[in-house]
T-cell receptor, first 113, second 114 residues
């Protein structure tokens, strides 16, 4: 059974700081890994998706890496801004025909102006 | 392009009543998923439709939950009868079929069972 863990559960940083969010998963047999952000009372917004054959993906100030063998992914946020404050979730999708996605518990990020 | 929409946004019902949640996926998306987050826990998968067929319903908690996707467009998730532990946020997501299948999520329905 796949388990996804995110550490830390909460993080508070001053504006402008670079930061790293961590995600670990127990079963390395994944199809892809996706990072989402969730704002209070809102749905999930997809940030980056990394296929199992890829090592990283970049979008603007965000960079996500994937190390399947060690069961880890990181989300790097450069030059953090108050608008980055949200809960960040990672989710892994199982391989094969089934598209079941297992979510982590999330990291709640607060960027202080 | 409209995103995934869910109705209602909030629902408060009493234990034993029935509630039906609706999800409209992004137009053209064959895949539709239901997830839920109960208080303090992570988001958990409930089931996956490919068009009108249930591909995977391994996450459905019990037979009080019934999901349908008639015609392969919108989907409904009915809870009957609702119990206190069903309270939480129910998310719907959709994706296209292809090499890269990013799941796009709706805003969720917040269900409170009293």
């Amino acid at each position: 059974k796949q388990e996804v863990t995110q550490i830390p559960a909460a993080l508070s940083v001053p504006e402008g700081e670079n930061l790293v969010l961590n995600c670990s998963f127990t079963d390395s047999a994944i199809y892809n890994l996706q990072w989402f952000r969730q704002d209070p009372g809102k749905g999930l917004t997809s940030l980056l998706l990394i296929q199992s054959s890829q090592r990283e993906q970049t979008s603007g100030r965000l960079n996500a890496s994937l190390d399947k063998s060690s069961g880890r992914s990181t989300l790097y946020i450069a030059a953090s801004q108050p608008g980055d404050s949200a809960t960040y979730l990672c989710a892994v999708r199982a391989p094969g025909g089934y598209q079941k996605v297992t979510f982590g518990t999330g990291t709640k990020l607060q960027v202080i102006p | 392009e409209a995103g995934v929409t869910q109705f209602p946004s909030h629902s408060v019902i009493e234990k034993g009543q029935t509630v039906t949640l609706r999800c409209d996926p992004i137009s053209g998306h064959d895949n539709l998923y239901w997830y839920r987050r109960v208080m303090g826990k992570e988001i958990k998968f409930l089931l996956h439709f490919v068009k009108e067929s249930k591909q995977d319903e391994s996450g459905m908690p019990n037979n009080r939950f019934l999901a349908e996707r008639t015609g392969g467009t919108y989907s409904t998730l009915k809870v009957q009868p609702a119990e206190l532990e069903d309270s939480g946020v129910y998310f719907c997501a959709s994706s296209q079929s292809g090499v890269v299948e990013t799941q796009y999520f709706g805003p969720g329905t917040r269900l409170l069972v009293l």
